[in-house]
């Protein structure tokens, strides 16, 4: 009786080492590369691209400056000349979305005198202006200058 339940361990311990070794086996093949992949010999052959950086939102360009940027300039990517200075923020709990306020700029003189609520703030194109430069003088002294100033139409004529 011991011989026979000596013989039939050995079989059962010969049946799990082959299982073992043909289950092994196929995971090596179904993990193996093939040698000629054309996916991985073209990013091999040249350089890879860099990844492309997602935009930002004015909310999310925002977090990183001291409260949250008001008094700050921003602008969307695509204007020249034009920036908004964040007057008040009214942030969603997200953190991500909201509504802005501010004072619009061009070439450093403001356009308006009272603040006006911006628009397109949830739209990827924002990004923070670090060296903005205002023009000397209000809007009331600069406007006041041009009326005085004659226009060269008026003296010719």
Known sequence: M???LVNRAATVNQATSYFRLSS?????LSTATP?????TTSSADGPKKPKRKKKKNLFE????????????????THWTGVSYEIT???????????KAWGLAYKDGLP??????????????????????KKAEGSLDQIKKAEEST???DVEAA
């Open 150 to 152: 004659p226009n060269s």
């Open 111 to 132: 356009i308006a005198d009272a603040p006006k609520k911006m628009s397109g703030v949830h739209k990827r194109c924002w990004k923070y202006v670090a060296n903005f």
């Open 61 to 76: 360009v925002a977090q990183f400056l001291p409260n949250w940027g008001i008094g700050y300039h921003m602008a969307k």
């Open 35 to 39: 040698a000629n992949n054309p996916s």
């Open 2 to 4: 011991a011989n026979a």
């Open 88 to 98: 008040k923020i009214n942030l969603y709990k997200d953190g991500r979305h909201g």
């Open 24 to 28: 092994s086996f196929l995971r090596n």
